[in-house]
């Protein structure tokens, strides 16, 4: 059984308010007929039926002030109460406090460990590995850990090949901001049937969306509404071509922010954990209220 790990960086469960919170705003008819004709908003209760799971989990985690990015994802991918180990919560980018728990130990470092095949499936443009050879960009806590467990990065060859997909699920990006006029693009549909396609290959696959997190930070009511559209969309394409007996998809995130654009900052809401697949597989996953379960429950699933 496979598990594709998919990150939405900055996304929590926010108030019934389309004023503030894209996910009331926006019609996502995909998602929302999975979960019941509801929005994903704070006022939805929990769900388990025969399509999905859903659950609210803490992202503070005991400790005082406002979740953060570096931290958050060291916790899902260690298990490990990282914020209360250190006394605060810690990002964007980690601290070397925080980067030495992704020096071993991570659920990479496991499915290796294991002979399982692993893979962030995003692609990297050339400007990317520059800055971080250069030292003018840290690694984020996700392609660290990555790294650290001896797993290359893929890079615009790799997209080119067919071989990962843009973080922005379409490839638009690499068009608009990175200067490759030839690179693929795909219709959201599309987008999400290749990403099922990719995630088939390993055992354990991680996607890693980050523009959710940004378009929080920007307040930027259209660009989140334009996100979560594309989104429902790839979502549909991906469950289009993922059957239960492939294994799980995991769908969660490191901390609130896009569900509240009143505010800049991150928020303390809890975030969703949406899990697709078989529903007795699901049952591993439900009983997780915080942030440091999600990761053993993986490593269980994956028998690693």
Do not use: C
């Not at 005082?64 to 060291?74: H, I, N, V």
């Not at 659920?107 to 692993?118: N, P, R």
């Not at 030839?182 to 890693?208: C, M, R, V």
């Not at 071509?241 to 505010?263: A, C, K, P, Q, V």
């Amino acid at each position: 059984m496979k598990l594709l790990f998919l990150f939405l960086d900055g996304i929590g469960l926010g108030e019934d308010n389309p004023e503030i919170n894209p996910f009331a705003k926006t019609s996502m008819p995909y998602l929302e007929s999975l979960l019941g004709n509801k929005k994903l908003t704070k006022s939805i209760e929990s769900v388990d039926n025969e399509f999905v799971s859903l659950h609210a989990v803490d992202p503070n985690l005991g400790v005082k002030g406002l979740p953060q990015s570096a931290t958050g994802q060291a916790v899902l991918l260690t298990g490990i109460n990282i914020p209360k180990e250190l006394g605060y919560h810690y990002g964007p980018k980690p601290n070397p406090e925080t980067a030495k728990y992704l020096e071993a130990d991570t659920i990479f470092h496991k499915v290796i460990k294991a002979d399982k095949k692993t893979a962030l499936l995003n692609a990297y443009p050339p400007r990317y590995f520059d800055g971080i050879d250069s030292g003018k960009r840290l690694y984020s806590s996700i392609p660290l850990a990555l790294t650290n467990a001896g797993v290359s990065l893929f890079t615009h060859e790799d997209y080119f090949a067919g071989k990962a997909l843009s973080a922005d699920f379409t490839g638009q990006g690499w068009h608009d901001f990175l200067n490759f006029p030839n690179a693929p693009i795909f219709d959201p549909h599309t987008a999400g049937i290749k990403l099922a396609q990719l995630a088939k290959e390993y055992d354990f696959s991680f996607f890693e969306y980050w523009a959710s997190d940004y378009a929080g930070h920007k307040q930027d009511m259209d660009s989140a509404v334009e996100q979560l559209e594309t989104f429902d969309a790839v979502l549909a394409g991906l469950l289009s071509s993922w059957r239960s007996e492939d294994g799980l998809i995991l769908l969660t995130s490191d901390h609130g922010n896009m569900e509240d654009l009143s505010t800049r900052k991150h928020t303390a809401n809890q975030v969703p954990l949406l899990l697709f697949g078989d529903k007795e597989s699901r049952k591993e996953f439900n009983q997780i209220k915080q942030l440091t379960e999600i990761a053993p429950a993986i490593e269980k699933f994956l028998e690693i």
